[in-house]
């Protein structure tokens, strides 16, 4: 009889510490879920940018530098944050997927602000005011997008461009040409093979006109104005500093120079 109640004993405590140690476990990956956005890029010292080659925001310029205004804000930042940038460029149509994925800790390449973007990612503050716009080979006739129903257009997919053409009614009535980045649509252009294309007036003032290998291709129509953020995770407390980075970044002027050096300017 002794034997069997040491036995019992002996069971009762070995279920008890097994009990205890998947309660322990438990809350070591609640604390891991609970973690917070700024943590775990601390944890890793780094912040992952992500970003498309795209002038005057992130681009590699004739001596070979990477440079560009959000390369440059973003690597401001970063060091205020005490972390390394870190720059991966990405396909910009499956961007949220590798935010969501932590290939990326943020995408910071001129993204437009919307209501559907920031009801699925953490997005800052507008810092930079942008415009859709339609670009053609100069001698092009054009008066409105009635001009380009049955016509070919370019544009990014998954832009901002892409949805300028989706929401308009005479846009939608041209053949849609997606391409993977906005300089790719413009060569659509140059080529002949899109009679215009919808791009970010950032770029369109940068890559066209004199002086540039679009020399022939011209801004014709600015149809919706919008302003850039940087997107972070949804939920994400990284959003929160970097809008207090970049209110100290507009109150000394830095903001401001950054935007002039780039032909840019800053948002309301």
């Known amino acids: 009889m002794k034997k069997l109640i040491t036995l019992f004993l002996l069971l009762t405590m070995v279920v008890g510490l097994v009990a205890c140690g998947s309660t322990g476990n438990n809350e070591t990956d609640d604390q891991s879920q609970d973690e917070s956005d700024l943590a775990y890029v601390e944890g890793n010292g780094k912040l992952i940018i992500g970003y498309t080659d795209y ?6 310029d004739e001596s070979g530098t990477f440079t560009g205004f959000d390369t440059e804000l973003a690597t401001l ?22 935010l969501n994925a932590k290939s990326i800790d943020c995408i910071w390449n001129g993204l437009t602000i919307s209501d559907e ?23 092009t006739e054009y008066e409105d997008t009635s001009s380009l129903i049955g016509k070919n257009i370019a544009a990014e997919q998954g832009s901002a ?5 989706q929401g308009d009614d005479n846009l939608k009535q041209a053949s849609y040409i997606p391409k993977t980045l906005q300089t790719e649509a413009l060569m659509e252009v140059k080529a002949g093979t899109a009679d215009a294309a919808v791009l970010d007036l950032t770029l369109a003032n940068t ?5 540039t290998n679009y020399k022939d291709i011209t801004i014709v129509d600015k149809l919706a104005e919008e302003n850039y ?31 002039e050096k780039y032909g840019l300017d800053l948002a309301q």
């Open 207 to 211: 890559m066209t006109g004199e002086g």
């Open 55 to 60: 002038a005057p925001m992130n681009y590699t």
């Open 161 to 165: 461009g892409e949805t300028t053409i």
């Open 77 to 98: 930042v970063s060091e205020k944050l005490g972390l390394e940038p870190q720059f991966v460029e990405i396909n910009w149509d499956t961007k949220e997927v590798e």
């Open 229 to 259: 953020g940087v997107a972070f995770r949804k939920g994400s407390d990284i959003s929160e500093e970097v809008n207090k980075i970049f209110d100290e970044l507009v109150a000394d002027g830095t903001m401001a120079k950054l935007a």
């Open 117 to 139: 973007r920031k009801a699925t990612m953490e997005v800052t503050q507008p810092y930079i005011k942008n415009a859709q716009v339609v670009v053609v080979k100069e001698g």
